[in-house]
């Protein structure tokens, strides 16, 4: 069976009027020394033909990975359609953090002063994030700690009773309703499973199209 066997990070911060800064997450990562680690990074290529397309993109990303770094660099460039430097992030930022996703933020000082980021401060603390990073290093420091962060044996070992998860398909052809329940199940379960843990299904796993957006090896047990 396919197993999701490295972390996943979603690189999500501005892209419009932003530098390029997701090009550099993964060099300041080798230097730290950070191995086993996959980077979502949601910066428009070729792949995305359409609006629509890599909104979805963008969704089950921000659903299917493991932590969500949230970094916002000072504005390099004008914007387009006179909108407001880094307003989507925030939105992404307020609703991943209600939702619960682990998420990691770092804000340059340049950009304390934009609408809204010390309320968006205040609300991590409430949600638990202790730290706000000042700079890209440093929120890649945290990934570094929290990935190498020490669990018992008994954590690494999980009891599912049969998830029924929804043939998926093709991301943009699967009903809705399907495809918001099953992005569901699988960011709870990313964030209760890490990769290499033991998972044993009691039951029907359903739709085995989704096991590797899974963390852990699993066991199925009909």
């Known amino acids: 069976m396919t197993e999701k066997t490295q972390w996943t990070v979603f690189l999500a911060g501005p892209m419009n009027g932003a530098p390029s800064w997701q090009a550099q997450a993964p060099k300041l990562a080798a230097e730290l020394g950070i191995e086993n680690l996959t980077m979502l990074n949601p910066r428009k290529t070729e792949r995305f033909v359409t609006q629509t397309y890599q909104v979805n993109w963008e969704t089950f990303g921000l659903r299917m990975c493991d932590v969500i770094l949230f970094w916002i660099p000072p504005q390099a460039r004008p914007m387009k359609s006179h909108r407001i430097y880094a307003i989507t992030t925030r939105l992404e930022m307020a609703e991943n953090l209600a939702r619960g996703h682990k998420v990691i933020i770092g804000v340059d000082p340049e950009c304390e002063e934009l609408a809204g980021i010390h309320h968006l ?63 569901t199940m699988m960011e709870h379960w990313n964030q209760t499973v890490a990769p290499g843990d033991t998972v044993i299904v009691e039951g029907e796993f359903g739709a085995e199209e989704w096991m590797k957006y899974l963390n852990g090896k699993m066991e199925l047990r009909t």
Request: contains cysteine; aromatic residues 6%; charged residues 30%.
């Open 121 to 183: 401060m205040r609300m991590a603390k409430y949600y638990g994030v202790n730290k706000i990073h000042s700079t890209l290093e440093d929120c890649l420091k945290e990934l570094k700690t929290w990935m190498e962060r020490p669990r018992k044996e008994e954590e690494r070992i999980h009891h599912i009773s049969g998830p029924a998860f929804e043939p998926m398909g093709t991301l943009n052809r699967v009903p809705q309703a399907n495809t918001n329940r099953n992005q």
